[in-house]
């Protein structure tokens, strides 16, 4: 770029005659356009139109400046009156990544695009529900952890900090108080949703809280961590000789679990999960078909404009990474443990939700599969002899849909651990249909009149 102005102002000096004055002011026209442009990415701009319908910041307590940084984007074309509109919650996974991976990247209704624009997301999941992106816990993305030493290091003081932030956030407008409310994430948040649905009936709160949904989750290490060699082996990534050296590493994560040797057992389960990428030779192992890794960087150099994070309100002082080591650290002695028994008691008080893609292999279909089979709830067994349905979306194959009562479980075709990402209209219907009980996702005819009466 610089180069190319020099030339262009040796040119200029050699074949036209200006006064000392006009020489001068476009020098200094030439210098401002050079200073514009020296940087490696285009400016990135944001639209007006993409801009979230309220975003800033959510106290996690009185005596702290600790905040969560949220976005919160209104339903696009709602089909029922805002109070009564269904409020989806989103949280990332990590732990300490942010969720504005899932806004810019996956669910939100702007993405970031190659060139460092946006451009609007057809599959967004606030076509008709509302949708809050918290970035979860302090510390993560935009928000902000007044002194390292509050940094939750447990899933009960994620859940405090959120159920703070989230009463703020109800309070901000008496709209919101009475709309269902549904947890929603991924990855690392299959930690966080349980956590903070159990808080939030614990409290016996006045929120509404209507169900939790879960894509490609870590819930229950011990069982999950035990999968990764057989999976690998029947997909046909792997042969038999690898599948027991990677089973032995497995035991030692199960091992060290079950004795509650927790840094050592995550340790021992990234082991595990390097050894599977190292036989592989997989790009990544969140989808195994993709030639290179998930490019949700374009979101961090997106972020990293102070244009952008001034049109977001976000904290101008935050330097944006993806994902934050420091919370990384401080929730590494949560890793392994399990939350198996928050999902068992908030499936016989509200609905849930597992869906995960077929070609993750670290929290996908085999993992979440295993760990399901061991719930203990009257309903287990009738689930797991219910029926796996064909789905369709707009007449073609997107997955299929296993249910019984409370529990749903879904596998979406042609897709990885950002489902969303990957499958973006599908994720959408997904999502829609089961907030509303339609068709696979309902109870029969009973149901259906039931929620019509809720939502029209
Ligand atoms: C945890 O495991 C490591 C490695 O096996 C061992 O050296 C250490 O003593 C264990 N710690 C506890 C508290 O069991
Ligand atoms: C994977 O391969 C790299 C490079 O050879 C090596 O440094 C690393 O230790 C391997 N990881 C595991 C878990 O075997
Ligand atoms: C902005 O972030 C910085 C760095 O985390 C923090 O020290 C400061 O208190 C924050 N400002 C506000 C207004 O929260």
């Known amino acids: 770029m610089q180069g190319h102005s020099i030339v262009r102002l040796s040119k200029m000096e050699s074949t036209v005659i200006y006064s000392s004055f006009t020489v001068l002011f476009f020098l200094l026209l030439l210098l401002t356009t050079v200073s514009a442009s020296s940087s490696s990415h285009p400016t990135p701009s944001f639209p007006k139109q993409a801009l979230p319908t309220k975003s800033g910041y959510l106290s996690v307590n009185h005596a702290s400046k600790s905040a969560i940084f949220y976005t919160f984007y209104e339903a696009q074309n709602p089909t029922s009156p805002l109070s009564q509109t269904p409020l989806l919650i989103w949280l990332q996974g990590g732990p ?6 899932g806004n810019f990247f996956e669910l939100g209704p702007w993405r970031v695009t190659k060139s460092l624009n946006l451009a609007p997301n057809p599959g967004s999941w606030n076509r008709i529900f509302g949708l809050l ?3 979860s816990p302090i510390g993560t993305g935009f928000s902000v952890a007044s002194n390292p030493s509050e940094i939750p290091r447990n899933q009960k003081s994620v859940a405090k900090h959120l159920f703070a932030a989230i009463t703020e956030f109800i309070r901000l407008d008496p709209d919101f108080k009475f709309r269902p409310i549904y947890i929603t994430g991924e990855s690392y948040a299959g930690k966080y949703v349980p956590a903070i649905g159990y808080y939030i009936l614990h409290r016996n709160s006045r929120f509404n809280l209507a169900g939790v949904a879960i894509g490609d989750g870590l819930t229950h290490p011990v069982v999950q961590v035990a999968t990764h060699a057989l999976n690998a082996y029947y997909v046909g990534l792997i042969n038999e000789k690898q599948k027991n050296e990677l089973e032995e590493v497995q035991s030692e994560a199960i091992r060290l679990t079950k004795l509650g ?5 995550v340790e021992a389960r990234t082991n595990a999960l390097g050894l599977l990428r190292n036989m592989t030779g997989l790009a990544t192992l969140y989808h195994y078909t993709r030639k290179s890794p998930y490019e949700d960087d374009l979101v961090t150099e997106f972020l990293k404009s102070k244009e952008v994070k001034k049109a977001l309100g976000a904290n101008e002082s935050i330097v944006f990474e993806a994902c934050s080591d420091t919370v990384g650290e401080a929730m590494k002695e949560d890793k392994m443990k399990s939350v198996k028994h928050m999902v068992e008691y908030l499936v016989k008080k509200t609905r849930v939700l597992l869906y995960q893609g077929q070609f993750d292999l670290q929290d996908g279909v085999v993992q979440v ?14 689930y797991l002899n219910a029926d796996r349905k064909i789905w369709k979306v707009n007449g073609e194959i997107a997955g299929y849909v296993q249910k019984w009562e409370s529990l749903t479980n879904v ?4 897709a990885g651990h950002l489902l969303p990402s990957d499958q973006s209209v599908n994720s959408q219907a997904m999502i829609e249909n089961w907030v509303l009980q339609k068709d696979l996702f309902g109870n029969g005819d009973y149901q259906q009149k039931d929620v019509l009466q809720r939502f029209i």
């Open 96 to 101: 300490g990544c942010s969720s504005m991976i």
């Open 133 to 135: 992106f918290l970035d």
């Open 261 to 265: 040797n927790w840094s050592e057992a």
């Open 369 to 382: 599969e295993a760990w399901v089979r061991t719930m203990k709830w009257d309903g287990i067994e009738k």
């Open 411 to 414: 596998v979406v075709l042609g």
